[in-house]
Every structure is written in structure tokens, then in C-alpha cells.
């Protein structure tokens, strides 16, 4: 990390959903790194991982991207109060409502495409031209899923669970294209947009409390376990920092193996 092409150093990184199991591994590490982060989630989320890690270089701020009308303005707001981000991190997965296929309704379906698409699509194109209007040529990692990539396998999931719900895995796969899209789009204005693809990162409390499926599925991974939160960062922070300059519109897969057979 003393090389500078991983140099965080007053770099402005946003990250959203920077408060969650694999999001809260991420802020720590820019923190860490010396970025000034904005972490933002989920009124009343955000701060209080700021206090208990002592993040120093970390401002929370609350957000509700369901409300996709906000957007434009949260951005707006944001550049003003800190600066327009060098990089932007879009965790956001608060989409699907985990329900049986046969349950899934149309109001269903369009919470997932607002929590994950149109935010998606709103989140980036205001902060990317706020980038633009100030020539940084920053860098957006969004997160897809490996059920974004193949479907999941009904036999790994024991009753009560429910296979990953389509609405979820339909907007991960829609997020994978957008993202290229955007990788186009900005290309020749030094604007880059890729996707980290996650495998299997089940919190630990959902590990213990449903330990049936969480061994079906760990025993279909290629290396027989699940993906630890500080394993994410590595990968998320290449593709932030200028080692990954010449990387954009591509998707790293972080799942163990998953989607490799």
C-alpha cells in the first residue's frame, strides 16, 4: 500500500450500504487507508459504526435510495458539503423482500428494480457528472451477485428458506450490464465503472440460525467455505485506486469458485 497507485490519501470515496456485514469491512479500510469517507445507510446506521471503529477519516450520513426522486438532490447535497467523490462504492442490496417464487408480486418487482437499478442508475449519473464537472476521473464499484451471474439451486435451500428470490438475482444481473454501460458511456471522460461480484458472504448470525441450507451451500463451493467480510475489501479497493486505471466495465467474481462451474 506505500506504492502510489494505492494511494488513498485525501481521496474522497462515498460508499453506500458502508455500514453493513461486508460494507462495514470496506469503509474501515478506506478509513484506514486515508481516504475521507462518507459512509451513508439506513437512518441510524451509519454513525454509530463510526463510533464503535473509531474511524477518524469516516462522516456518516443517513439515506433512503428506495426514495429514488431524492437522489439527484442527495447527490447535489453532498458535493456540496464535502466535495465531489473521487470514487464511489454502491452496496446497496436492501432490495428484494425474500419472498417465495409464488408469492412475488408486481409491487415486489418494482421495489427490487428501484432499490438496485434505478437507484443504481440515478446514484451514478449525478455523481458521475458532478465528476465530470470537475474533470477527476473517478472510479465506481458497484456490487452485483453471484445470483446475478447463475440461478441458484433449489436443493441447497431447506424449509423454511426459500431459494434466493428472482426479483434479486433479475436486478444483480440487470446491475452487471448497466455498469458496463457506464463504463462506456463515461469512458473518454476517465470515468470508470466495474462490479464486484460476491459468492457466498452469509452473515455469521444467519450461519448459525440456519445451519442446513448454510452447509448446502457451503459444500457447493469450490473451496468447501463461505467468503469472510475482510475478503471483499481487497478487491473493491483495487478497483477504486489507480492500479485498476485501465480497468473498467468488467466484473470481478470474489465467490470462492462459485460461478467457475
Given at each position: 500500500?506505500?506504492?502510489?497507485?494505492?494511494?488513498?490519501?485525501?481521496?474522497?470515496?462515498?460508499?453506500?450500504g458502508?455500514?453493513?456485514?461486508?460494507?462495514?469491512?470496506?469503509?474501515?479500510?478506506?478509513?484506514?487507508?486515508?481516504?475521507?469517507?462518507?459512509?451513508?445507510?439506513?437512518?441510524?446506521?451509519?454513525?454509530?459504526?463510526?463510533?464503535?471503529?473509531?474511524?477518524?477519516?469516516?462522516?456518516?450520513?443517513?439515506?433512503?435510495?428506495?426514495?429514488?426522486?431524492?437522489?439527484?438532490d442527495?447527490?447535489?447535497?453532498?458535493?456540496?458539503?464535502?466535495?465531489?467523490?473521487?470514487g464511489?462504492?454502491?452496496?446497496?442490496?436492501?432490495?428484494?423482500?425474500?419472498?417465495?417464487?409464488?408469492?412475488?408480486?408486481?409491487?415486489?418487482?418494482?421495489?427490487?428494480?428501484?432499490?438496485?437499478?434505478?437507484?443504481?442508475?440515478?446514484?451514478?449519473?449525478?455523481?458521475?457528472?458532478?465528476?465530470?464537472?470537475?474533470?477527476?476521473?473517478?472510479?465506481?464499484?458497484?456490487?452485483?451477485?453471484m445470483?446475478?451471474v447463475?440461478?441458484?439451486?433449489?436443493?441447497?435451500?431447506?424449509?423454511p428458506?426459500?431459494?434466493?428470490?428472482?426479483?434479486?438475482?433479475?436486478?444483480?444481473?440487470?446491475?452487471?450490464?448497466?455498469?458496463?454501460?457506464?463504463?462506456?458511456?463515461?469512458?473518454?471522460?476517465?470515468?470508470?465503472?466495474?462490479?464486484?461480484?460476491?459468492?457466498?458472504?452469509?452473515?455469521?448470525?444467519?450461519?448459525?440460525?440456519?445451519?442446513?441450507?448454510?452447509?448446502?451451500?457451503?459444500?457447493?463451493?469450490?473451496?468447501?467455505?463461505?467468503?469472510?467480510?475482510?475478503?471483499?475489501?481487497?478487491?473493491?479497493?483495487?478497483?477504486?485506486?489507480?492500479?485498476?486505471?485501465?480497468?473498467?466495465?468488467?466484473?470481478?467474481?470474489?465467490?470462492?469458485?462459485?460461478?467457475?462451474?
Amino acid at each position: 500500500m506505500d506504492d502510489p497507485i494505492f494511494n488513498f490519501e485525501k481521496r474522497r470515496i462515498w460508499v453506500f450500504g458502508g455500514a453493513g456485514y461486508l460494507g462495514s469491512a470496506i469503509t474501515t479500510a478506506l478509513d484506514r487507508a486515508g481516504a475521507n469517507v462518507i459512509c451513508l445507510d439506513r437512518p441510524g446506521v451509519a454513525a454509530p459504526l463510526v463510533l464503535e471503529r473509531d474511524l477518524r477519516n469516516t462522516r456518516a450520513e443517513d439515506c433512503d435510495l428506495l426514495d429514488v426522486n431524492t437522489i439527484p438532490d442527495l447527490v447535489a447535497d453532498l458535493c456540496g458539503k464535502y466535495g465531489v467523490p473521487h470514487g464511489v462504492v454502491n452496496l446497496v442490496t436492501d432490495c428484494s423482500r425474500g419472498k417465495a417464487f409464488e408469492e412475488i408480486t408486481a409491487a415486489d418487482f418494482r421495489i427490487a428494480n428501484d432499490g438496485v437499478l434505478t437507484s443504481g442508475f440515478l446514484l451514478t449519473r449525478a455523481a458521475a457528472q458532478a465528476m465530470k464537472s470537475q474533470d477527476i476521473q473517478g472510479s465506481f464499484v458497484h456490487f452485483s451477485s453471484m445470483y446475478g451471474v447463475v440461478s441458484p439451486d433449489p436443493s441447497s435451500y431447506a424449509a423454511p428458506h426459500v431459494p434466493n428470490p428472482i426479483d434479486y438475482g433479475a436486478v444483480k444481473a440487470g446491475l452487471l450490464q448497466m455498469s458496463r454501460y457506464f463504463a462506456v458511456y463515461f469512458a473518454t471522460d476517465g470515468i470508470r465503472s466495474n462490479c464486484v461480484t460476491p459468492g457466498p458472504f452469509p452473515h455469521p448470525d444467519y450461519q448459525s440460525s440456519s445451519t442446513a441450507t448454510s452447509e448446502a451451500l457451503r459444500n457447493r463451493v469450490p473451496m468447501k467455505r463461505f467468503g469472510e467480510a475482510h475478503e471483499i475489501v481487497g478487491p473493491v479497493l483495487f478497483l477504486l485506486s489507480d492500479a485498476a486505471s485501465y480497468v473498467t466495465g468488467q466484473s470481478i467474481g470474489v465467490d470462492g469458485g462459485w460461478t467457475a462451474w
